[in-house]
């Protein structure tokens, strides 16, 4: 049963909303148009605050999904985290277009909020001492991410999901890695 759960997290994480969207709404392939991330936030740039929207939620409910089947099965903490992260990863590297995806960020959001639904302000807190100062929504979004394995264990005392969030939360820097160099790079 574990394993069958491990495979459709992946397979849930490869249904990509920004895709399947923009194609049956606006007849486009996002692929090939503005950055060609198929997230929400290229849709929205392309084509307005709804598709945005729809994306954002489309992308953020497989995250729920894993991590609900999880406590309906009745599997550890550790074991929701790994299936939250295997579905990012079927964001990331969707066997459904062969293996180019988005970015991850709106099915970590979902997935960790249902997780642990007390994130929640750390994130908007996080994100608001930040984006003053950094003045860039990813560089803060992922800089308030940090907070989050700390937050866990002063939650729950469980080194093991601290970890596994914070292997989550590398894969994501990791996923924005060419867009943290640019906006890392020094002015010449």
């Known amino acids: 049963m574990l394993w069958l759960y491990f495979i459709i997290s992946y397979l849930i994480g490869s249904i990509m909303f920004g895709f399947l969207i923009t194609k049956i709404f606006y007849r486009k392939d996002i692929?090939?148009?503005g950055s060609g991330n198929v997230g929400a936030r290229n849709a929205g740039r392309l084509h307005g605050k709804t598709a945005f929207v729809l994306i954002f939620l489309g992308d953020a409910l497989k995250g729920v999904l894993v991590i609900l089947a999880a406590r309906y099965l009745?599997?550890?903490e550790s074991i929701q985290l790994v299936g939250l992260a295997l579905a990012i990863f079927g964001h990331l590297k969707p066997?459904?277009?062969k293996?180019?995806?988005g970015k991850g960020i709106s099915t970590f959001i979902g997935g960790i909020i249902t997780f642990e639904p007390t994130l929640i302000p750390i994130i908007i807190l996080g994100f608001?001492?930040?984006y003053p100062f950094i003045k860039s929504f990813t560089l803060a979004g992922l800089g308030a991410?940090?907070?989050i394995p700390v937050v866990l264990f002063l939650i729950n005392n469980d080194w093991?999901?601290?970890m596994i969030a914070l292997g989550i939360i590398v894969m994501l820097y990791a996923a924005h890695a060419e867009n943290l160099k640019e906006r890392l790079k020094p002015n010449e």
Do not use: A, E, M, P
Request: glycine residues 4%; charged residues 10%; hydrophobic residues 50%.
């Open 74 to 76: 009745q599997f550890s």
């Open 128 to 130: 608001s001492l930040l």
């Open 160 to 162: 093991l999901s601290c």
């Open 99 to 101: 293996f180019k995806g």
């Open 95 to 97: 066997v459904t277009l």
């Open 145 to 147: 991410f940090l907070f």
């Open 31 to 33: 692929r090939i148009q």
